[in-house]
């Protein structure tokens, strides 16, 4: 995977802060496909599964968005028993991983399953299997023991950051304490400060507060996402780069038959998006209700969308391992 720690040139790292939002925090990046180009998951299902069939699933989710609504308060954002049946479905067949901004812990508490991988701060914060032999080459692995006894990898990146973590997170609650409505997020490896909830005359105030505090910490970079900054250690990593090593973990490095799926709903599932497009195999699969430019191949249109899919891709594994045909729609 190479060492995360080696710098990225300036235009990659500031790609998504420089890109244009708008109030849902829609990119616009030129080289993306266009919106209206994008077919539905859902209506496209068989089609799908028919590029799908005799390869190895491995399916990734983003969390907020995709599993769950968007909701003011970020420690509110709960998933249904639902769609918590339907990831426990996909999991019963396939290697499923959530990579998502959160913490790791945070993903676990919302998500409370004990079969599937959790990746958190934008993939800074990895929980693996311990099966790939070429586990013990970075530094920044530790082994451990998960909540069923098996021994597992801990991957961080970024564990370095740590302590530039901690004052930053201190610098912003003290300058942000007089301004209603903002919500300063640890996610351990990364700082979210949320303005949904912040009066429109307020955000400049904000976000020049921010940006003083960062002016202080240049190994960290301000990003961008849907009603967030997103505060990040300068490191090359991202959700794609996690996206690579979940797969080499799970067993599937150069595997010449291996499938992933991601389905993801903000701008920072564009890297793994590209990762899966760049592979040729594998299906990107963007979550939203407007237009937006994108690296992936197919659409869902809300969370509601992505149970619907999750459940249906787990009743035709079972249909094609019981070779009993079942109707779809």
């Given amino acids: ?180 409505g903002v919500i300063i997020e640890n996610n351990k490896f990364c700082i979210s400060v949320h303005f949904r909830c912040v009066r429109e005359e307020d955000f400049s105030t904000l976000q020049e507060k921010v940006k003083f505090v960062m002016e202080t910490y240049p190994l960290f970079h301000l990003t961008w996402g849907r009603k967030v900054m997103e505060i990040r250690p300068r490191i090359q990593w991202n959700k794609g780069h996690a996206l690579k090593y979940l797969l080499e973990t799970l067993g599937f490095d150069g595997s010449s038959d291996v499938f992933p799926m991601y389905i993801g709903d903000d701008l920072t599932d564009e890297d793994a998006f590209k990762v899966i497009k760049d592979m040729g195999k594998g299906y990107p699969i963007i979550v939203s209700s407007i237009p937006k430019e994108t690296q992936a191949s197919y659409s869902l249109c809300d969370p509601s969308e992505v149970m619907s899919f999750l459940l249906r891709l787990a009743r035709w594994r079972r249909s094609s391992s019981s070779g009993k045909l079942i109707d779809f729609n």
Avoid: C
Avoid at 65 to 75: A, C, H, K, R
């Fill in 1 to 180: 995977m190479g060492n995360p720690h080696l710098s990225a040139n300036s235009a990659e790292m500031e790609s998504i802060s420089k890109a244009r939002f708008d109030e849902n925090g829609a990119g616009h990046l030129g080289s993306y496909n266009v919106w209206q180009s994008l077919p539905s998951a859902l209506s496209n299902f068989d089609k799908m599964m028919t590029a799908a069939k005799g390869k190895k699933i491995v399916m990734f989710l983003d969390y907020d968005g995709t599993l769950s609504q968007i909701v003011d308060d970020p420690e509110k954002a709960f998933m249904s028993n639902m769609m918590r049946f339907a990831v426990r479905e996909v999991s019963r067949y396939f290697p499923t991983a959530i990579i998502s901004g959160r913490s790791r812990d945070k993903i676990y508490e919302f998500v409370q399953l004990k079969d599937i991988y959790y990746a958190g701060s934008h993939g800074m914060d990895i929980m693996a299997p311990l099966l790939s032999s070429k586990i013990g080459d970075s530094e920044y692995q530790t082994k451990a023991v998960d909540e069923k006894g098996n021994e597992v990898i801990i991957f961080q990146p970024a564990y370095d950051f740590l302590p530039g973590i901690q004052e930053i997170l201190r610098a912003l609650k003290e300058v942000t304490k007089g301004i209603d």
